[in-house]
């Protein structure tokens, strides 16, 4: 028997349709938003996801499915989705247009990673990218959507949020961050010591409590902001708090992925264990810029399906359409006639094999059908069908030309 790959998974029956209630609640609102679907492809060049994640970045260094393809290109499976849009915006020469443009998108995503609860090699995200709107109003708009795609899926989550800074402000801070750093150079764990020289802000998000214990006093770069990131920031908080919604903010909260400033959030859940973030995003303003477009701010978001899947709310399933059956063998094929005109407008389950009532009845429940309607022998003689309203438990006789 051959098995999926490590940290990959088959979805079916109710995970599957755990994924479509997600994929389909989180589509609804993100239409109500004015969001586009964007399909982009999985297989990209590799130097997509170096210039834009980032050569730093734990997802570039360890984590890609890279491989030469047949003709010799660097290739890789996407591991997140942004790039890939910001790559397709550029080429499409959406970057030279004045209008904003917001997609919505989702689909799996590979990342070479020690697969435990909650991470998944391959995974998948649904997620959306808005570009051309710089004003943070944009970000606390971004924010209260996915916040409300977690209040649709009946989800409680903790909202933690940062500001980067900006090309004015971010490096001066990294200068003073490292200067820290060195000092404490020797406590720190191996990976600090190679980010220290890589990345040095990913130290402030190093997992290790022995680390973060010796970081509680580094300098923060939400009191190292220049004026336009913290007026910004101060209104993103001020704008959250009129709107009720609960948010920590976080000066650790880094993200794994180079291509931010300003605004970062994630969403996390403390009901699925370590792997906590079920949602993660902020803006990228320099990003299509980095991908040879022009200019163009730029913010979104992704969410974690399999992780939501653990947690979601299913909704109540109603009862839906019609189970045919016949008690005799001659009343199939009428059956399947009046299946292909009613499947024009509702969702039809036929039975193919004449069966007793009781048997019948079981295959009602099995497929939830909201009408039952059977054909024995009287009936057939008498060109009538035997109805059952489930819901209402009302029986009757009807002609079958009328059905
Ligand atoms: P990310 O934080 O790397 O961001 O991923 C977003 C979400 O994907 C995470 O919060 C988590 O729920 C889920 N996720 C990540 N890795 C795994 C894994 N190995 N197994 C299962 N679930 C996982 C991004 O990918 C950015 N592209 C988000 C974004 C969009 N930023 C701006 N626009």
Same mark, same amino acid.
């Given at each position: 028997m051959i098995n999926p790959l490590r940290g990959m998974k088959d979805l079916t029956f109710d995970e599957s349709a755990r994924f479509v209630h997600i994929v389909t609640t989180a589509i609804e609102i993100a239409k109500r938003y004015g969001y586009g679907y964007i399909e982009t492809p999985?297989? !990209?060049? #590799?130097a997509l996801f170096r210039r834009s994640v980032g050569e730093s970045s734990d997802i570039v260094g360890k984590e890609m499915y890279q491989f030469e393809d047949k003709g010799g290109n660097d290739v890789c499976m996407r591991p997140e989705g942004t790039a890939g849009i910001v790559r397709a915006f550029v080429s499409a020469k959406l970057d030279r247009q004045p209008t904003k443009q917001k997609f919505y998108y989702y689909g799996p995503m590979f990342r070479y990673e020690r697969p435990q609860k909650g991470r998944l090699r391959e995974f998948h995200q649904f997620g959306c990218e808005s570009f051309g709107e710089a004003s943070v109003l944009e970000d606390f708009t971004i924010i209260t959507m996915v916040g409300q795609i977690f209040d649709a899926l009946g989800i409680d989550y903790d909202l933690k949020i940062n500001s980067l800074g900006c090309s004015d402000c971010m490096p001066p801070y990294k200068q003073k961050l490292i200067g820290f750093l060195t000092e404490i150079k020797e406590e720190l764990c191996a990976d600090c010591n190679r980010r220290i020289d890589t990345n040095p802000i990913r130290v402030l998000d190093c997992k290790n409590a022995a680390c973060q214990t010796l970081l509680v006093d580094s300098p923060k770069l939400i009191s190292n902001l220049c004026d336009a990131c913290d007026t910004d920031f101060k209104q993103l908080t001020a704008l959250l708090d009129s709107a009720g919604i609960s948010y920590e903010v976080d000066t650790n909260l880094v993200r794994g992925l180079d291509y931010y400033n300003k605004t970062a959030f994630e969403f996390v859940s403390n009901d699925i264990g370590s792997q906590s973030a079920i949602a993660g995003g902020g803006r990228y303003d320099k990003l299509v810029e980095y991908l040879d477009g022009k200019p163009t701010p730029g913010i979104g978001f992704a969410l974690g399906i399999e992780r939501i899947m653990e947690l979601v709310q299913m909704p109540e399933r109603e009862r839906e359409g019609y189970y045919l059956g016949a008690m #005799?063998? !001659?009343?199939v094929e009428k059956l399947l006639l009046l299946a292909n005109k009613k499947r024009l407008t509702d969702k039809v389950t036929v039975e193919y094999n004449s069966k007793g009532f009781k048997s019948h009845m079981k295959g009602v429940g099995k497929a939830h059908a909201r009408y039952a309607l059977l054909i024995g022998e009287d009936e057939l003689e008498n060109g009538t069908v035997w109805v059952k309203d489930l819901e209402s438990k009302e029986e009757k006789r009807l002609p079958l030309a009328k059905v």
């Open positions: 999985i297989l !990209e060049e #590799t #005799t063998p !001659e009343a």
